[in-house]
């Protein structure tokens, strides 16, 4: 059974094993997590009645804390209430890191001129749209693979659909519509090709002048949920075939590393020359701008050159190809990119069309 690139429309999902946890003096106003839902409550509550709408899409991010992720993430929205597609739907952006989450709100890159922004977790949002009893409720995951963060997003719609917390409307629960947007490469047939003639589009004219290598996350084995690792090998794949000096490597695949996208660069017989480096991720973070684009000695031990620690900026420069940071670095996360944006919305107006996925959601191992 292969990835497929559409929706489910959950109405009865069943029982999972991830619950959050709750505090134990959730009565006292005073707490965060009352804060927190007080809040969410609110601002659902304000645009439901300020639009009239009876649907909800949510966007749900690992999160970041720097402003071009912040910019990124409302430019998403922004064009998601601007899109024909989802006339109808209120949009909201939820994180699901409770670091990111809590680094945002104290502001922990204000000192660069990033805003203080509160993200909120999605059970927070769900359980919103559950009080406001929007008649349908769409959760988009922004994850580039359907690894372990989407694994969280449909725990959080789970334990949604189950009243996790006892007080929500059961008639109301029986009777929404819940939806789930896949991941950006979630189908190897249909996504991945979209994504490589995309990122070609916006960047061929680099790739002919050198070498374009993206760098995505990936899992260790152990977390690598529906094995979706391979979609970053088959995504450098669909590129080459376009040229060949596209090479895809991630910071938690193994045998995916920069050195791994090194050695294949060298066998290939490219052992000079330009390189530009491009984050294969939603947004331009903190493995972004350090684990790819770090520049200067802190990030580059001499004594140690395969280090982990060692960014793709430095490893690659100091392996003798030409890198300068004007130039090589590509600060852009994918939802920056229009056109592979436009793929994630496409899975949101696939999930809208109500085509189901089944065998996805509860196959582990859909490559077999």
């Not at 597609?85 to 949009?91: A, L, P, S, W």
């Amino acid at each position: 059974m292969k990835i497929k690139s559409l929706l489910i429309a959950m109405v009865a999902v069943a029982a999972t094993a991830f619950t959050f946890a709750s505090c134990s003096d959730d009565d006292d106003p005073g707490n965060n997590y009352t804060k927190y839902q007080t809040a969410v409550d609110q601002e659902v509550q304000a645009q439901k009645k300020k639009s009239g709408n009876k649907k909800a899409i949510l966007l749900v991010a690992f999160g970041s804390t720097w402003q071009q992720a912040f910019d990124a993430f409302d430019s998403t929205k922004a064009a998601y209430e601007a899109d024909s597609r989802f006339k109808g739907y209120d949009v909201f952006v939820s994180y699901s890191s409770a670091i990111c989450i809590n680094r945002a709100a104290a502001g922990e890159h204000k000192a660069d001129g990033a805003q203080v922004r509160n993200y909120y977790a999605p059970n927070f949002w769900l359980h919103a749209f559950g009080s406001a009893q929007y008649d349908e409720i769409l959760v988009q995951s922004l994850q580039v693979i359907p690894g372990e963060e989407f694994t969280r997003v449909i725990n959080y719609i789970k334990d949604f659909a189950n009243n996790y917390l006892g007080d929500l409307d059961d008639t109301y629960l029986s009777k929404v519509t819940l939806r789930l947007g896949a991941p950006l490469l979630t189908d190897v047939d249909t996504d991945v090709p979209a994504v490589a003639n995309a990122l070609n589009a916006a960047y061929g004219e680099k790739a002919k002048k050198g070498v374009v290598a993206f760098m995505g996350h990936g899992n260790p084995n152990d977390y690598d949920t529906y094995s979706a690792n391979i979609r970053y090998t088959q995504l450098e794949e669909a590129l080459q075939a376009i040229n060949p000096n596209y090479y895809v490597g991630t910071v938690d695949m193994p045998d995916n590393y920069k050195q791994n996208v090194w050695e294949r660069m060298e066998e290939n017989g490219i052992q000079n020359g330009m390189v530009y480096l491009h984050p294969l991720m939603s947004i331009a973070g903190d493995h972004a701008h350090n684990d790819m684009g770090g520049v200067g000695a802190e990030y580059w031990d001499e004594s140690d050159p395969e280090s982990e620690d060692n960014s793709w900026f430095e490893f690659f420069r100091n392996k003798g190809y030409n890198l300068n940071e004007n130039e090589s670095i590509l600060m852009y996360g994918l939802l920056e990119v229009p056109g592979v944006r436009n793929i994630w919305m496409n899975h949101t107006a696939n999930a809208i069309a109500d085509e189901a996925l089944d065998e996805y959601y509860h196959s582990m191992f859909p490559e077999e």
